[in-house]
Structures are given as structure tokens and as C-alpha cells.
């Protein structure tokens, strides 16, 4: 795998967590929209202290939006996510653990190369060199992963 391709996947990775953050904002929006028909009854009468609108009238806005389906797409979604994250964090764990420190320390908390050879206690030349040769293993670790085609669209597809 050419290690551009891996730098997307890493970011990709990286902005999971964000990405998980708005699609839990937007169940939450889509749930508080779904659930108009709280308040009602089995037998389709609204039983609260304020006046309700019919049942019929929910359903039909429920219906309009296509809000379960919408509710339906954010999980999936939210599924797609976690299995990616999943997959890249096992091949994470697959290489060298100085490997994946260097590519955290590069790619999640954004060090230059001269920061993360004074942290490892190495030249700067070196840690780029130790940086290419992390972007090496963990391309041939996410080689082995199935869907990598898929991965690599959405990664890059992903606003990160």
C-alpha cells in the first residue's frame, strides 16, 4: 500500500471519533423528532396535560420526514465506523509498538519530526526515516485487512 494511501487511512482513523460525535447529534436530533408520539396512548388518544394532536397526524409527520429511516441510516452508519476503527486499531496493535507510538505521536497529536526525534532520543533524519518505515508496516498490516478498497474510499471521501 503507498504510504499516501496509508497517511489517508490514519486520518481517516483519527476523525472517527469526531465523525462519531455528529452522527450522535444527529440521532439525538432524529430521536427527539421521533419521539412527538410520546405521550400517546395504546389507544391512539394523547393522554398528557396539554392538548395533543392526534395520533394519525404524528404518525403521518414521523412518516413525512422518514425519520425511522433516517434513524435506520445514521446506525449503520455508526456501524460502518466502529468496524473500521476496529480494523485499523488491530493493525495498529500488529506492528512494532515504537511504530505505532511514532505514529501517534506524528499523526494524532500533530509533533514535527525534530519533537518526536528529541522524544525517542534519535536525530531528526532518523525519526523520519523510523516515520517511513512505520507508514511501511502498517501498510502491508491493513493489506491483510478484507474491504481495504472500501476503507480507503470512505477515508478518502472523510472531511478531516
Given at each position: 500500500?503507498?504510504?499516501?494511501?496509508?497517511?489517508?487511512?490514519?486520518?481517516?482513523?483519527?476523525?472517527?471519533?469526531?465523525?462519531?460525535?455528529?452522527?450522535?447529534?444527529?440521532?439525538?436530533?432524529?430521536?427527539?423528532?421521533?419521539?412527538?408520539?410520546?405521550?400517546t396512548?395504546?389507544?391512539?388518544?394523547?393522554?398528557?396535560?396539554t392538548?395533543?394532536?392526534?395520533?394519525?397526524?404524528?404518525?403521518?409527520?414521523?412518516?413525512?420526514?422518514?425519520?425511522?429511516?433516517?434513524?435506520?441510516?445514521?446506525a449503520?452508519?455508526?456501524?460502518v465506523?466502529e468496524?473500521?476503527?476496529?480494523?485499523?486499531q488491530?493493525?495498529?496493535?500488529?506492528i512494532?509498538?515504537?511504530?505505532?507510538?511514532?505514529?501517534?505521536?506524528?499523526?494524532?497529536?500533530?509533533?514535527?519530526?525534530?519533537?518526536?526525534?528529541?522524544?525517542?532520543?534519535?536525530?531528526?533524519?532518523?525519526?523520519?526515516?523510523?516515520?517511513?518505515?512505520?507508514?511501511?508496516?502498517?501498510?502491508?498490516?491493513?493489506?491483510?485487512?478484507?474491504?481495504?478498497?472500501?476503507?480507503?474510499?470512505?477515508?478518502?471521501?472523510?472531511?478531516?
Amino acid at each position: 500500500m503507498r504510504r499516501k494511501d496509508v497517511k489517508t487511512v490514519i486520518a481517516y482513523f483519527f476523525g472517527i471519533p469526531a465523525q462519531r460525535r455528529l452522527l450522535d447529534q444527529e440521532r439525538t436530533e432524529l430521536e427527539a423528532e421521533y419521539n412527538g408520539l410520546r405521550g400517546t396512548s395504546y389507544d391512539g388518544m394523547p393522554h398528557s396535560s396539554t392538548p395533543g394532536k392526534p395520533v394519525e397526524e404524528l404518525a403521518d409527520l414521523v412518516d413525512a420526514g422518514n425519520v425511522r429511516g433516517k434513524l435506520e441510516a445514521v446506525a449503520v452508519r455508526v456501524h460502518v465506523l466502529e468496524t473500521d476503527r476496529e480494523k485499523i486499531q488491530d493493525c495498529l496493535n500488529a506492528i512494532n509498538g515504537e511504530y505505532t507510538r511514532l505514529i501517534l505521536c506524528r499523526y494524532r497529536d500533530k509533533y514535527s519530526w525534530v519533537k518526536i526525534g528529541v522524544k525517542l532520543g534519535v536525530t531528526e533524519r532518523t525519526a523520519k526515516r523510523w516515520g517511513e518505515r512505520a507508514l511501511d508496516r502498517l501498510g502491508e498490516a491493513l493489506e491483510e485487512v478484507s474491504m481495504l478498497d472500501e476503507i480507503l474510499s470512505r477515508a478518502s471521501r472523510a472531511r478531516v
